[in-house]
């Protein structure tokens, strides 16, 4: 399982990203502060690092020069607010690997997470690429979904909201629970939009699949 470090300071977001990772299987850390991101990094053997630029103490875009300096190899992701086109330059030239725009949808920066460790993956971590249950096989790499033989379309959407489903088997996942992962912190409480999914998800993987749990919310059906 990966580690990763976020370095973030606003608590929402950072709670945010950190619940999102967790549910997607890797192994998420926090701090909110330049020079501690600094030490984290150097000491401990994180897999990525995404990296806000406006924090406390040294900012981000110091923490990723003296990491560099010191040989830092990490991959980094740069998140910031920040989207003038001088800070993607200078955080690139800085040595950053990509970059994310706030406001961003999980999924986004999920996507941006997996191509970043994808080359330092082992062929061992490249078979938990692949998820199933039932007859429905997703392959994470290539984003395709098959029921059966029958490849089947998905939105990103619907995409992460059955794989999040599938990573947490026999588990009552609450709509609450499915909207942070799936919808992130933009969206509208009370908002029936988990249901509308997982109708569209039944119609396109078959009814049997997700299982509603009265009151609570959703579970896949072992
Ligand atoms: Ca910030």
Redo the contacts with the bound molecule.
Sequence with gaps: MNKILIV???PRIASFIEKGLRANGFIPTVTRDGDEAISMALGNSFDLLIL?L??PGKDGMAVLEELRGQGEQLPVIILTARDNIDDKVSGLENGADDYVTKPFRFEELLARVRVRLRHSQSPRQQDELILSAGNVVLDLRTRRVKVGDRPVDLSAREFTLIETLIRHPGQVMSREQLLDHVWGYDYAPGSNIVDVYIGYLRKKLGDDLIETVRGMGYRLQS
Excluded: A, S, V
Aim: charged share 65%.
């Design positions: 973030e300071d606003e806000d406006g924090i």
